[in-house]
Every structure is written in C-alpha cells, then in structure tokens.
C-alpha cells in the first residue's frame, strides 16, 4: 500500500512496510512535514473594524449625536476602518477557509466602502446626497445586506452563540434601516440605530474574545462554541495529520 507525502511523491505506507499498528497515526506523524503560512485569526481584524465603524453611525442614526452634516465628519472613519479592514479580513478568511467569514467581511467591508465613497462625493460636492429617512435607493441597499447577512446567521448556528447574536442582530436592524429608508419613517431608522448599536456591541466582545483567548491560548472569554452535527464530514471519526496547536487555515475557520 502507498500513499503520498506533502511532496506528492508516493511513499510505502508505514503499517504495510513494518507490520506495526498504526492506530493512533503516530508512525505518519513523524513522516510527515506540514509547510504552513501562520495568519491570525482575521475576524478579530473584520469584527473590530465593524464594530467601530458600524457603532460610530449606527449611534448617529439612532439620535445620540450629531446633525446632517456628521456622516462628511464620519465617512473616513468608516472607509477605512469598516470598509478597508473589513475587506482585508474577508480576503484572509479565505486562507483560513472560512467561507462565513469571507462572505461576511467581504460584503460588509464592501458596503462601508461604498458608504464611504457616496459621502466622500458629497463632500466634493459632486454628488448630491438625500437628507434624513428620504434616502430610497439606501433602503434597497439595506434589502440586499439583510437578505445575505440573514443567511450568514443561519450559517452561524453552527459556528458559535457570540457571532450568531453579531449576525442576528446586525440582519434585525439591516432589514429595520430597510424598512426606514423606504418607507421614510424616522422612527424605525431610530429602533433601527439601537438594534445595529447592539450587533456592535457583540462584535466589539466576540472579537475581544479571539483576540484574548487566541493570545492566552485558553478560554478566557467564552463563545458558546457550538459542537457540529454528526453528520458533517468533520466531525466522523478520521485519522488526520494536522497541525497540534491549531491555527486559521490548518483547521477550517478560525
């Protein structure tokens, strides 16, 4: 029997050469050479910088501060706080194979890029921007953002409660900010305020919670991890060769 290395080149398998058991893979361990690229956990970048920028004008919206002019004050912030830092931990979420967080970041950063560019042109005055709930075309926005952050929740019952409560929160006032712009009632862009402030929150303590607990290696802040479901191919019984301490890529997620 033969099986390859991480060279591709085929070697004898160990159990057949020498008629050990090999039960626990520890004959392949010592044969085997991992080449990895170590990458922090990108969500503690994504989640942070969403929680910055989405605290900072969900705030706005729900009344705490500011006037109609705030969003040219705030609009760098969350260009490239939400926008730039969010899309480059979407990009890296890649190689942690995530496909949640890819999709989260990515779209989320995406959007904070194109908020940022809308007000970024009505600071030039090249652009003129509606004022107040009187905005039609951002409620269509908040259609689309809600529609894929809804999926990503559902998605997110599997991975753990504090990013399900991120998710569930952040669809609830996307699909609220949606209802407001289109419907151009101040007051649910006003509900709408407090429930994104809320998804802010959780995102600022999930994030949190990767970042200390991935640096003290050990759960120093819970996130409710889910365990997968037995019929996932991850979690049948396989003899892997993986890397011990874990790392976002080695495992799929983070």
């Given at each position: 029997?033969?099986?390859?290395?991480?060279?591709?080149?085929?070697?004898?398998?160990?159990?057949?050469?020498?008629?050990?058991?090999?039960?626990?893979?520890?004959?392949?361990?010592?044969?085997?050479?991992?080449?990895?690229?170590?990458?922090?956990?990108?969500?503690?970048?994504?989640?942070?910088?969403?929680?910055?920028?989405?605290?900072?004008?969900?705030?706005y919206l729900a009344g705490w501060y500011g006037n109609t002019s705030t969003p040219f004050y705030v609009f760098p912030f969350a260009l490239f706080f939400g926008g730039l830092a969010q899309l480059a931990a979407?990009?890296?979420?890649?190689?942690?194979?995530?496909?949640?967080?890819?999709?989260?970041?990515?779209?989320?950063?995406?959007?904070?890029?194109?908020?940022?560019?809308?007000?970024?042109?009505?600071?030039?005055?090249?652009?003129?921007?509606?004022?107040?709930?009187?905005?039609?075309?951002?409620?269509?926005?908040?259609?689309?953002?809600?529609?894929?952050?809804?999926?990503?929740?559902?998605?997110?019952?599997?991975?753990?409660?504090?990013?399900?409560?991120?998710?569930?929160?952040?669809?609830?006032?996307?699909?609220?900010?949606?209802?407001?712009?289109?419907?151009?009632?101040?007051?649910?862009?006003?509900?709408?305020?407090?429930?994104?402030?809320?998804?802010?929150?959780?995102?600022?303590?999930?994030?949190?919670?990767?970042?200390?607990?991935?640096?003290?290696?050990?759960?120093?802040?819970?996130?409710?991890?889910?365990?997968?479901?037995?019929?996932?191919?991850?979690?049948?019984?396989?003899d892997v060769i993986e890397y011990p301490v874990g790392m976002p890529g080695a495992h799929a997620g983070q």
């Amino acid at each position: 029997m033969t099986m390859q290395t991480t060279t591709g080149v085929p070697v004898e398998h160990p159990v057949a050469r020498n008629g050990h058991s090999d039960t626990d893979g520890a004959i392949w361990r010592e044969r085997t050479r991992l080449v990895l690229t170590p990458i922090a956990a990108p969500s503690i970048l994504g989640l942070f910088g969403f929680a910055g920028a989405t605290f900072i004008v969900a705030s706005y919206l729900a009344g705490w501060y500011g006037n109609t002019s705030t969003p040219f004050y705030v609009f760098p912030f969350a260009l490239f706080f939400g926008g730039l830092a969010q899309l480059a931990a979407g990009f890296y979420s890649y190689r942690a194979r995530d496909g949640l967080a890819t999709a989260m970041h990515g779209m989320w950063g995406s959007f904070w890029l194109a908020w940022g560019t809308i007000y970024l042109l009505g600071a030039i005055h090249a652009l003129t921007i509606p004022t107040g709930v009187n905005f039609t075309e951002m409620g269509f926005w908040f259609i689309a953002l809600g529609a894929i952050t809804w999926l990503g929740a559902v998605a997110s019952l599997r991975v753990s409660v504090a990013l399900f409560v991120v998710l569930f929160l952040l669809a609830a006032g996307s699909t609220l900010a949606a209802v407001a712009f289109l419907a151009a009632t101040t007051t649910v862009l006003t509900i709408a305020g407090y429930v994104l402030v809320a998804s802010a929150v959780a995102a600022w303590y999930t994030a949190g919670a990767l970042m200390i607990n991935g640096t003290y290696r050990a759960t120093v802040l819970p996130l409710g991890h889910l365990e997968p479901s037995v019929d996932e191919p991850r979690a049948r019984a396989q003899d892997v060769i993986e890397y011990p301490v874990g790392m976002p890529g080695a495992h799929a997620g983070q």
